[in-house]
């Protein structure tokens, strides 16, 4: 396979820049610092002294046998980045790109958030370099985790409410960018998603690519071979491509991502992005997303706002196309069974993103053998989605 | 080239040239807050001075636009404009009378939905002569460029005053004007530019034989006065749209219509330097 992204950021005909010039100097610096302290083995020292003794790596590859067994004959693995401080994989990401704002100079970060994984990540690593945070965040997301908003003001971290478009993650993004592009001299965005424009996808994939290194090593030990099948929920895409991304060149490792389709993909409330979505430029990179036939931007719905997301990151919608790995759509009502399924058997609350990946597995259940070996990576912990789940169920019940 | 010879916009600065004065440009989102109030928005606009005019492109996820673009850009959207309404637009304005060079502003997804063939085989039709599109920087407008030049639409690059080193190669090759952002962040009205601003404006004309043009945050007649001294135009947008939108209550009564339409034009009389 060939090496991607190219220098101008494309992944095949995907990603790119696509911003306004003002913000252009200002990603070419990134790119440029980016290259410069990944070659110096230091930096790269002082993330992993953070990733392990702050947040808790390598996390754990489990054999979830109560799940496999009730599921057929697989063997089913959770990679549990829901154990990593801040209860996601967000943080991976967040302990990177803060670690490059401060080499870069920067005093000030920025983000933007869905569920508040990535904002209560980015203030955490805010708090610990000492530097000033603002989190934007949709003012409907605001409502559906309040939880985090607290937290994210518990860790110092100033969250400003977005009131425009849809006013969930999109609009987050959206807003965090202008907000850049007015203070760039001094302010460092901290993506929060494999998305965006260069350098961003290829950063946050390479600060991602953790889970899947260590989960290759890991399932090396346990099984003495490769994994047949990697399965991650893809919003943005992430966890995914941090998976996915050590096994590109593993041929039998087949890859599937797995998107939120709401309460369907033949309805208009879901966030099926490689099922439903055309190209199109979206947020500086073009990729798959939800658009109309004029080129306006759909609103996505999902049960899960860290998958409520019209887009997808540009490598996603690349590794589509050359048929690389396969991409799939979960329901509102599929996740949730999935969740309820892995609380039962495994004592596990996940996230309502990472509950998407199970479903799937569900779904897949008799037609996997026992000579399968399946990887999930659970993204992220449930604890923030209980009251979601709590009026979701209620509302069911009500209908 | 003919085709550039032709270019209304190319004129118009050639004309403004000899007359030694700056254009006005306004910017007006098109179908805030309704179709046929854009059409009477511009022969207001062209009958208080204007020298050209950039028509807004309502978009879903405009990146480069501040509050009171949004707004106007959600207004437009409820009744459902968009690229191609813009562009019937423009030839309803020719139709009606209007002289003045339409610039069509608009983020790329639009552009790059409707397809690029029947984009630009649309725009000589519909009496544009002008191009800016903010997300579209130098690294990705090759094609663009290449397909403006060769339909006779002049393809606006954006300078910022970040952009140092690489104004020259965003210039090189430019055709119609080149258009300096004041200062760092989106559009909208400010007191306050860029610091190094004139030295900025001074590089760009150090770069380039094209009339140069200043935009975002200009929004009184004694700002637009202070750029004329040192550019070829100056755009007005989010101060005129902002007047749009005041007078939309006046707008919507017939009674109280002309009155709405007069503020609009004595408004942007009194920013003509």
Redesign the interface.
């Known amino acids: 396979m060939i090496q991607v992204p190219d220098k101008?950021g494309r992944f095949g005909s995907f990603g790119?820049?696509?911003?306004?010039?003002?913000l252009?100097?200002?990603l070419i610096e990134l790119e440029e610092a980016y290259r410069e302290f990944s070659a110096d083995p230091a930096f790269q020292e002082e993330i992993d002294y953070l990733l392990k003794q702050y947040s808790g790596r390598e996390t754990p590859l489990y054999y979830a046998e109560r799940l496999s067994k009730h599921l057929g004959d697989a063997k089913i693995y959770l990679k549990r980045e829901d154990l990593n401080h801040t209860g996601a994989h967000k943080i991976n990401n967040a302990i990177g790109q803060g670690i490059l704002a401060k080499k870069m100079g920067k005093t000030k970060v920025i983000a933007e958030t869905g569920a508040g994984q990535h904002g209560v990540a980015t203030a955490t690593v805010a708090a610990l370099l000492g530097m000033e945070c603002k989190v934007f965040m949709g003012e409907e997301d605001t409502r559906r985790q309040a939880l985090n908003v607290f937290r994210m003001k518990l860790l110092g971290a100033e969250v400003i409410p977005v009131t425009?478009?849809s006013r969930t993650l999109?609009d987050a993004g959206?807003e965090a960018?202008?907000y850049w592009?007015?203070?760039?001299?001094d302010t460092f965005y901290v993506l929060g998603s494999a998305v965006g424009p260069h350098p961003y996808p290829m950063m946050v994939r390479n600060f991602q690519r953790i889970i899947g290194d260590e989960t290759r090593r890991q399932i090396l030990e346990a099984e003495g071979r490769l994994p047949d099948l990697l399965v991650a929920a893809v919003g943005g895409g992430s966890n995914a491509i941090g998976m996915f991304y050590p096994f590109m060149e593993d041929e039998q490792v087949a890859m599937i991502g797995v998107e939120a389709a709401g309460k369907g993909i033949d309805t208009p409330f879901h966030a099926a992005t490689m099922s439903k979505g055309?190209?199109?430029?979206?947020?500086?990179s073009l990729s798959y997303l939800l658009?109309d036939?004029?080129?306006?931007?759909i609103e996505a719905h999902s049960i899960s706002a860290g998958l409520d997301y019209p887009g997808v990151g540009p490598e996603h919608s690349y590794l589509k196309d050359i048929h690389r790995a396969q991409y799939v759509p979960v329901t509102d009502a599929e996740a949730l069974d999935a969740l309820k399924l892995l609380c039962v058997t495994e004592g596990i609350i996940p996230a309502l993103e990472s509950a998407h990946a199970i479903a799937h597995v569900v779904k897949l259940g008799k037609t996997l053998t026992k000579d399968d070996v399946v990887v999930i990576c659970l993204s992220g912990r449930g604890d923030k989605d209980v009251e979601s789940i709590m009026a979701y169920t209620e509302g069911a019940q009500n209908q | 080239m003919t085709t550039e010879t032709t270019n209304r916009m190319d004129l118009t600065f050639q004309k403004l040239k000899t007359e030694g004065r700056a254009a006005l440009i306004p910017f007006l989102t098109v179908g805030d807050p309704d179709l046929e109030t854009t059409l009477d928005i511009i022969s207001e606009l062209e009958a208080a001075g204007a020298d050209m005019l950039e028509l807004g492109v309502p978009y879903s996820d405009p990146l480069a636009d501040g509050p009171v673009i949004q707004r106007a850009s959600s207004r437009a959207l409820r009744s459902n404009v968009h690229l191609r309404t813009c562009m019937e637009t423009a030839l309803k304005a020719r139709q009606a009378g209007s002289e003045l060079p339409f610039i069509l502003f608009t983020y790329y997804n639009p552009v790059m939905q409707m397809g690029l063939d029947t984009f630009f085989a649309a725009l000589d039709a519909h009496e544009i002569s002008g191009l800016i599109i903010p997300d579209l920087p130098v690294e990705e407008s090759e094609e663009m460029r290449e397909r403006s030049r060769a339909a006779g639409v002049n393809l606006i690059p954006l300078v910022a005053p970040t952009s140092s080193e690489r104004i020259a190669r965003i210039v090189s090759g430019a055709s119609g004007f080149v258009y300096c952002v004041s200062s760092l962040g989106v559009t909208g009205e400010r007191s306050a530019f860029h610091s190094g601003i004139d030295e900025f404006i001074a590089s760009v004309r150090r770069s380039t034989d094209l009339p140069i043009a200043v935009g975002f945050g200009i929004s009184t007649g004694e700002q637009v006065s202070r750029f004329a001294k040192i550019c070829d135009g100056v755009v007005v947008g989010s101060a005129i749209v902002r007047k749009v939108e005041e007078v939309i209550p006046l707008l919507a009564e017939p009674q109280t219509r002309s009155a709405g339409l007069l503020q609009i034009r004595e408004f942007v009389a009194q920013l003509r330097p």
């Open positions: 101008d790119g820049r696509f911003v306004p010039e003002t252009m100097t200002a425009s478009g999109k959206n960018l202008r592009v007015s203070n760039v001299e055309t190209r199109g430029v979206f947020q500086g658009q036939e004029h080129g306006q931007i």
